[in-house]
């Protein structure tokens, strides 16, 4: 059975979501810390995701996407 996505696709998925997440965060002047407070995901984790360099769940990311009003 093929592989649904290789390391170097699941790299830049991430790479993308995080800095749509920033860019759109930033567009709506929020900070990393008013994510969290919304979100209830700690700050760490939103700045990893940002980076591009973590493993989200499903959950987390539609959390972080209704928190941006994605």
């Given at each position: ?10 790299a830049?998925v ?13 567009q ?7 994510l ?5 995901i ?9 980076k591009g360099v973590?493993?989200l769940?499903?959950e987390?990311m ?8 994605t």
């Amino acid at each position: 059975m093929k592989k649904l996505m290789d390391s170097a696709d699941s790299a830049s998925v991430k790479k993308i979501f995080g800095d749509n997440l920033r860019r759109i965060r930033i567009q709506l002047r929020l900070r990393q810390r008013d994510l969290h407070l919304l979100t209830g995901i700690a700050h760490s984790l939103i700045c990893e995701t940002e980076k591009g360099v973590t493993n989200l769940t499903l959950e987390t990311m539609v959390k972080l996407a209704r928190a941006v009003k994605t």
